[in-house]
């Protein structure tokens, strides 16, 4: 991962909730596109985040809100769908289809040029979607190879209605002329006005520029390029590429006249021809075309009832169909309407090259000179400030939070290293804080798996877990530990604790209590043990007990050290050997009140013949016991006397 993506501060964040930001895609002028995992559906998507900077500016703010609600009234398989609109504290994003692969200007990049059934394929899906938006009434009024998208599956799909507006809105002043410059329709550059013809004049100079391999007008100014589009017509591409069919030279022509009436009338009419085109050069898309709920695809130029509208009548030209067209003939036609307009395009072409000779000496040597942003990624603040004033750039500080660039150094600046600006323009310059503070709330008796979650949402680490046998539910944290990024003790975080993204919390959990094994057999006190992670030692203790029976276990002998038992541990068994037994004491040869006194003191019983109640005491003696004297028995344990009468 590139050092500007792992600085980028959104990248970990959860956005509103639900869309996990993984990574940077693309950044451009007004936005930057992440890939983002949908939390609530479990998918990923493309999330479009507006720049901080464009955040308080209502046009740019509409424009984005626009985008999404031109994408969202389009059901086409072949226009990146838009799923979601929305602002997050003071950050607006759209969420859209995620679509990995390639860009048509990449792929343009690799091949410079692309053959004709590659130019075919992605012409006729490029085409079937802006059919759809023609036919809801938008146009797109930025079509451009790099909205257009070849993802890896071969599905192709346009995107990025960020300046489409309705037909009925169809003039742009001064401001909002902010299409690429390269395929600006000459009445955008003229008049500032745009319908879906424009659109057509954008979509002839991409057809152009696939077969050739480069743009037809080029120029080191945007102004002499658009001068260009309002003067000049677009060549044959044919004449760079020999092996460039006629019929394709021909929609070439016919899409980029400079009169919108003598274009098709809209994407539908010129998808008409190029599937004639496709019949007669028996080239079909390499790319079958799906077919999307409620449009029939092969037949575009039909209403489809609520799902797409054709365009008002009144927002074009003729409607006289592609099939009752020669096209050889309307190029004989407008190549004497082109001589005819020759006066007055001389006028145009005398002013405008005034503008332009102008305009290139403010540009290339006057006061308007661009400069370009320096690399000052990596420096502190002090010396990026330099580096920009070097290059009459003003720097701006902006302080962003970054994970793992010390405080006061850059991390990136808006726009990006390498854009070219007027001079005295400012950069803002990003300077990292360090890492985002972030607040953990108590973790103490929390399941692990929620306090996991929490670290998540706060890109905390979640870190080392032991396990004890505890009186809390198993799974529940015992107790919790910040291990600090700077080094140093750990922090208590088990009643909650300051923190900063990127440290690591360790965890003590519980693993319930340790099974009770009193009064059970030595076999299944051993399973009951082992089932919990415990390891139980075969040499067993023995005791005796007076209430549990012999071989029964009455326990587990304490552990080593104190403390709990953990899984792993290897525990010993107490086992019963019954009650305890004790020598009977000696009576012989005393009398009988003395002999039983003596063994009920030791917890003994007595017994004798009945009669002997009636003699006294002194005149008796005792002979002999039944458990003999030293033998071992039980407390309890009743002992016979034989008396005599003393002499």
Not at 200 to 214: C, D, P
Not at 430 to 438: A, D, I, L, N
Not at 443 to 451: C, T, Y
Not at 455 to 466: F, R, S
């Amino acid at each position: 991962m590139s050092t500007s993506q792992q600085t980028d501060p959104l990248i970990g964040r959860l956005v509103d909730d639900r869309y996990r930001v993984r990574a940077r895609i693309a950044r451009g002028g007004m936005a930057t596109v992440y890939v983002a995992t949908d939390l609530r559906l479990e998918r990923r998507v493309a999330l479009k985040v507006m720049h901080g900077h464009l955040s308080d500016d209502t046009v740019f703010q509409s424009r984005f809100i626009q985008e999404a609600r031109s994408a969202a009234r389009l059901a086409d398989p072949h226009v990146v769908n838009v799923f979601d609109q929305g602002q997050d504290g003071d950050m607006a994003y759209l969420v859209m289809e995620y679509l990995p692969g390639i860009t048509l200007r990449e792929l343009m990049r690799e091949q410079k040029r692309l053959n004709v059934a590659q130019t075919i394929t992605i012409m006729d899906a490029v085409l079937s979607g802006l059919a759809a938006a023609h036919r809801a009434g938008i146009v797109h009024r930025d079509v451009k190879p790099e909205n257009v998208l070849l993802a890896e599956d071969g599905r192709i799909k346009i995107g990025d209605f960020g300046l489409a507006r309705a037909t009925t809105a169809n003039t742009a002043s001064g401001a909002m002329l902010m299409g690429t410059i390269a395929y600006l329709a000459p009445e955008l550059v003229t008049r500032g006005t745009a319908d879906a013809r424009s659109d057509i004049y954008s979509l002839g100079i991409l057809l152009y520029e696939m077969l050739v391999g480069e743009q037809p007008y080029q120029g080191e100014q945007p102004m002499q390029i658009a001068f260009q589009h309002a003067t000049e017509s677009v060549p044959r591409p044919s004449a760079k590429n020999p092996g460039v069919p006629e019929q394709l030279d021909e929609l070439v022509l016919w899409s980029t006249e400079k009169v919108p009436d003598d274009r098709p009338l809209d994407a539908s009419v010129m998808l008409q021809r190029l599937r004639d085109i496709e019949r007669e050069l028996g080239v079909a898309p390499q790319v079958a075309r799906a077919v999307s709920v409620g449009t029939a695809v092969d037949d575009d130029t039909l209403d489809s009832g609520e799902f797409t509208k054709v365009l008002p009548s009144n927002s074009t030209g003729p409607t006289a169909s592609v099939d009752e067209v020669d096209n050889a003939a309307q190029l004989r036609v407008r190549a004497r309407r082109r001589t005819a307009r020759g006066a007055w395009l001389l006028v145009l072409v005398l002013v405008l090259a005034g503008v332009a000779g102008g305009t290139g000496w403010w540009f290339g040597s006057g006061p308007g000179s661009l400069v370009a942003v320096p690399a000052v990624n990596g420096l502190p603040f002090a010396d990026a400030q330099a580096a920009l004033q070097a290059q009459s750039l003003v720097a701006v500080q902006e302080d962003v939070y970054a994970l793992n660039v010390a405080a006061g150094i850059v991390v990136g600046t808006d726009p990006d290293p390498g854009q070219r600006l007027d001079r005295d323009a400012s950069v803002t310059v990003q300077v990292s804080q360090g890492p985002r503070p972030q607040q953990v709330e108590a973790l103490g008796g929390m399941n692990i798996d929620q306090a996991k979650g929490i670290l998540v949402g706060k890109n905390l680490v979640a870190g080392e877990e032991q396990r004890e046998f505890t009186d809390s539910d198993a799974g529940a944290i015992v107790s919790a530990s910040l291990v600090p990024r700077s080094g140093g003790a750990p922090i208590d975080c088990t009643p909650g604790c300051s923190a900063f993204e990127g440290e690591t919390v360790t965890f003590l959990v519980s693993s319930g209590s340790v099974p009770g094994v009193r009064g059970m057999s030595v076999s299944g006190a051993t399973d009951a043990l082992t089932g919990v992670g415990l390891t139980v030692s075969g040499d067993a203790r023995q005791e005796y007990s007076d209430s549990v029976d012999k071989g029964e276990v009455i326990g587990i002998v304490a552990r080593d050290g104190g403390g709990n038992w953990r899984p792993g541990d290897t525990v010993t068994l107490t086992v019963s050997l019954g009650p305890p037994l004790f020598p009977v004491t000696n009576v012989v040869g005393m009398s009988r009140d003395a002999a039983k006194a003596a063994l009920e003191r030791d917890g003994f019983t007595v017994e004798w013949a009945l009669f002997w109640n009636a003699a006294p005491d002194g005149l008796t003696k005792v002979t002999s016991q039944d458990p003999a004297a030293g033998a071992q028995r039980v407390k309890g344990t009743n002992v016979y006397l034989q008396l005599t009468v003393t002499g």
